[in-house]
Structure formats: C-alpha cells, structure tokens
C-alpha cells in the first residue's frame, strides 16, 4: 500500500474539506446548503410603531414568523398596564409563537461592585419572569462599560460566569453580547475569550451581522467560533459607503439589500436561529405588519 500523503491524510479526515468551506462568499455557498435555521424577529424591527408587546407578537405571528426576540422594557410596561405573563405566554402559545431570546440591558459586567449587584438582581428578576414566559434566553451585552475601554477580560469572565450560573438555576441562558461600538466586547476575539474562559457549559455568544462590521472583526476568522457557540445571530445588512466609524444603529437595512457577507457568515456560524434586528427610522413610519413581511421573505430569499 502507498503511503499516504499528508494532503491525502487531511482529506481523509474531512480536515481539508471543511477548511475549503470557510472561502465560500457568494449567496450559492448558502443556497446549497442543508441548513435551515429558524427565522426570527427581533422587536427592534418594529418597535418604533409603538406597538405595545402583545401587538407585536400578534404581528410577528401575522407576517409567518414563528420565533421571536422580546425587548424587557416592552415587557415590563405590558405589565405594568395590567397585563400577566401567563397571559402573554398564552397569547403566544396560541399564535403558535416561540419566544427564543430577551433583550435586557442588566449592568452585569461592570466594574462598580454596587451597581454590579444591582445588575445581577436586575437579571435574576427578569430571568425568572422569562422562565414564566417559556424563553429560554437572555442577552448580556456589556452595558455599562461601553464608553470607557480598559475593562479586564478576565475579570469580565468571571462575571459572566456568575450570571451563567444564575442562569443554569434560573433556566434561561445568558448569551454574551457583542457591541460593536462599545469600547470593550466589541470584537469577535474580545467576546469569544470572555466566553471560553468563564469555563462554562453553557456559555454561549450573541453576535450580529451589524456589530462584526461596525467592531471591525474579520469575517474570515469567524470559524475561530465553533459550531456550537452561536444559538442566535442577529441579521441585518449595511452599505460600506458608510465606513465602520460612521455607522450607527439607524443605518441598518434589510438583510440582503446591502453588501454585507452574509452568507459567508451563516455557512460559517450555522446558527439555530436567525433574527432580523432593525433600528430603521424610516421602516418606523410604515406599516408595521408590511416590514415584518418584507423582512421575512428577504431573510427566505438569501436561503432559497
């Protein structure tokens, strides 16, 4: 028998085969594929109709989405006017709606011992109102240590350890968020060394299509990642007139009317579920239950 070559070796091992997939950029990288995650609609998308949090289910659920991103502060003015979460679980349920994700904005990961605290109490509360809600997740984005850099990686770790602890007693996951204009957890590196070395099962990274642009992290180290470590990815799509430093929130765009990767990046990641996150001012003004379809079918079409 001849010796196999090395090159013969790494091809025998599916290790060469793999690597060729991470150059793939064009939509047909996508389209051929087997993988189909779950769409989603992150809130934000039509949060500026000021809708109120049932409506917006309602019309998730209108538009053919089937999973969904909650926002806390919608929640908790829901209930503030009188509304219960066994209510609004039920709402759900029955529009057949999956609630995969909560956006909150707990300042867990701060430097100041007192707020921190206040920040793991404020998780703790909105965790257990999520577990009455069947979501099985939160984000923790770095909120409160955005405009100040500095902040040591591996005391973020530990924090964020502490909340995934509280999360695997709570039943709902935090998921590390990437931000790309804050002055830490703005790079893929930065969030990915948080979530490794808090040594933890469950850890895991919400990252976005936005913020690996606006943080200016490689789209072509994202297989550094894994397979597993993204459950929700947020799309949306951007134009690079606008340069990283210049971009903010209110530029984003439907997902595929821009030039972001993003097929490179979904063969790449393969993440469950998908989510269209917008802060589109103009998209505001129209017709909530238009936008929502429209962004489905362009989420759809990127996949066809």
Not at 259 to 287: G, H, M, R, W
């Amino acid at each position: 028998m001849n010796t196999l070559s090395r090159r013969s070796m790494l091809k025998a091992s599916g290790i060469a085969a793999g690597a060729s997939t991470f150059s793939l950029t064009s939509l047909a990288a996508v389209k051929k594929s087997s993988y189909k995650p779950e769409f989603s609609l992150n809130m934000s998308t039509i949060m500026g109709q000021k809708l109120g949090y049932i409506r917006e289910i309602e019309i998730a659920a209108a538009a053919g989405f089937r999973s969904c991103e909650i926002w806390m502060p919608t929640l908790e003015a829901y209930l503030k006017s009188g509304g219960t979460l066994s209510e609004a679980r039920k709402r759900a349920d029955d529009l057949g709606m999956k609630i995969q994700n909560a956006i909150g904005f707990a300042q867990w990961i701060v430097d100041d011992e007192k707020v921190r605290a206040q920040g793991i109490e404020q998780m703790k509360r909105e965790m257990d109102m999520l577990a009455q809600l069947g979501c099985p997740r939160t984000a923790a984005p770095p909120m409160g240590a955005t405009k100040e850099a500095g902040l040591d990686l591996h005391k973020a770790a530990e924090r964020y350890r502490v909340i995934l602890e509280l999360g695997a007693q709570m039943g709902v996951k935090p998921i590390l968020e990437m931000w790309g204009h804050s002055k830490n957890l703005s790079k893929v590196s930065e969030v990915l060394f948080v979530a490794a070395e808090a040594g933890h099962p469950d850890a895991r990274l919400l990252l976005d299509v936005f913020h690996i642009y606006k943080g200016e992290s490689s789209v072509d180290a994202l297989h550094i990642v894994g397979p597993d470590a993204v459950e929700v990815f947020h799309v949306n799509d951007y134009v690079k007139s606008i340069a990283p430093g210049q971009i903010t929130d209110a530029d984003r765009i439907y997902a595929g009317d821009g030039e972001a990767p993003i097929a490179q990046i979904l063969k790449t990641l393969q993440p469950e579920v998908i989510s269209l996150e917008l802060f589109n001012k103009t998209l505001y003004t129209q017709d909530p239950l238009t936008v929502a379809k429209n962004g489905l079918a362009k989420m759809q079409r990127i996949l066809l």
